[in-house]
């Protein structure tokens, strides 16, 4: 069956990095376009960013633009998000999810597949 499992997640202080990673299992994963999403504290699921099931084109929501960095690697069916400059609103339980939402992503029922989520508090 799909699993999806995300890491790394933690505290941070703002201006600060963290970088969180996703074991994938149980499909194809270099078939498949992967997205990363989250959901803050009190508020609803936001998109952040996707990438290209073969890496050649990665997609990033306006309020992570210049700060996060996703990337895989199809030889170890791995997804990760680099994030450097962490504000305390990034704040949120981060989610890994396979493919990219058919729809704003606003929803994880929008995607399909996703993991249990990894909580990542930025806070001085």
């Known amino acids: 069956q799909v699993q999806l499992v995300e890491s790394g997640g933690g505290l941070a202080q703002p201006g600060g990095s963290l970088r969180l990673s996703c074991a994938t299992s149980?499909?194809?994963?270099?078939?498949?376009?992967m997205s990363w999403a989250r959901q803050a504290p009190g508020k609803g699921l936001e998109w952040v960013s996707g990438?290209?099931?073969?890496?050649?084109?990665?997609y990033y929501a306006d309020s992570v633009k210049g700060r996060f960095t996703i990337s895989r690697d199809n030889t170890k069916n791995m997804l990760y998000l680099q994030m450097t400059n962490l504000k305390p609103e990034d704040t949120a339980l981060y989610y890994c999810?396979?493919?990219?939402?058919?729809?704003?992503?606003?929803?994880?029922?929008?995607?399909?597949?996703w993991g249990r989520g990894t909580q990542v508090t930025v806070s001085s």
């Open positions: 999810a396979k493919d990219y939402p058919e729809g704003d992503g606003s929803s994880l029922l929008q995607y399909g597949y």
């Open positions: 149980g499909f194809t994963f270099s078939n498949y376009h």
């Open positions: 990438i290209h099931s073969d890496g050649s084109d990665t």
